[in-house]
């Protein structure tokens, strides 16, 4: 390639609309490879230069780091990772600052008496915030024994995600839901001995494996607001405790379980479960309303039959 051919680093640098100090920066790096040398030693470049030049900018207008650029010019597959992984990094940065300004507009409509404590709340999650803690509230609430398949599934359904664009009422709501979690107080288990119920062990994956088929059944009615009614699914309902204690479902069964699981109802839970509603987007009911609706079928069937 003759010299006519190729260009000095000045006059690359003025077609790319870049420094001289630019084009040498890469050019060093090896990301600019030259064409030639000059009778003088000084570099020379071809015509394909520019459009490298220009995408080397591209890529770090996109806020590549200059390795990464390096290994996107050699390899396409490279290049999308390196984009995929930008775009997630990207999306986190982007939840992250929603939500500080959801916080600071929660701070900003409240007053001086209700700020010291929000920021109290709000100080304590992380941003953005993370759903750990909620997961470790259910491990401590759940049974040990659970098998591990369905312990996942029901700390799934159970952990809400915080909204990726939250409003200032679902910030104080995950804030408070985050507080909870980390309350010691509030790890009772539904699974235990239960004074005069048949049986003074639960095997908890019969009983939570029922629960969940009884929620199923009943989650168009919940949605929809339904009234308690007796049926297939407070039957289901029933089975699933009386499975897991060995017991047969009978009248005194059903007097004996309404009387205990009112006993056992705890206010943390309860809150628990109506934080989650305020922080979920879906239609879906939580697992809190689903057995709520179906002890209050349990309780009015058996007020009914003792009158």
Do not use: N
């Amino acid at each position: 390639m003759s010299a006519d051919a190729t260009w000095s680093i000045g006059e690359l640098a003025e077609r790319a609309g870049v420094t001289v100090k630019t084009v040498r920066f890469y050019s060093d790096r090896g990301l600019l490879p030259e064409a030639a040398r000059s009778a003088g030693g000084h570099r020379r470049y071809g015509p394909e230069a520019l459009g490298r030049l220009r995408l080397i900018r591209s890529l770090r207008g996109l806020d590549l780091p200059v390795a990464e650029v390096g290994r996107a010019l050699e390899r396409d597959d490279v290049l999308e990772d390196l984009v995929a992984a930008h775009l997630r990094e990207l999306g986190s940065q982007l939840a992250a600052l929603r939500w500080r300004e959801a916080a600071l507009r929660l701070l900003q409509d409240c007053t001086a008496e209700e700020r010291a404590d929000r920021l109290r709340l709000i100080g304590a999650v992380t941003t953005p915030p993370s759903t750990a803690t909620l997961a470790l509230f259910w491990r401590r609430v759940l049974p040990a024994r659970l098998p591990v398949r369905l312990f996942s599934t029901l700390t799934e359904a159970a952990v809400p995600q915080p909204p990726a664009d939250p409003t200032p009422a679902q910030v104080l709501a995950f804030a408070q839901l985050h507080a909870l979690a980390t309350d010691r107080l509030a790890t009772v288990s539904v699974c235990r001995p239960a004074p005069g119920v048949p049986g003074d062990t639960c095997r908890p994956a019969v009983l939570y494996d029922g629960l969940r088929e009884a929620y199923a059944l009943i989650a168009s009615d919940v949605r929809a607001r339904r009234p308690p009614y007796e049926g297939e699914a407070l039957d289901c309902f029933v089975a699933a405790h009386a499975r897991s204690r060995g017991a047969r479902d009978t009248p005194a069964f059903r007097r004996r379980l309404s009387a205990y699981l009112t006993e056992i109802a705890h206010p943390h839970i309860d809150r628990f479960w109506q934080l989650t509603a305020e922080l979920t987007t879906s239609s879906a009911p939580t697992f809190g309303a689903s057995d709520d609706w179906l002890r209050a079928a349990l309780d009015a069937q058996v007020a009914d039959a003792g009158h």
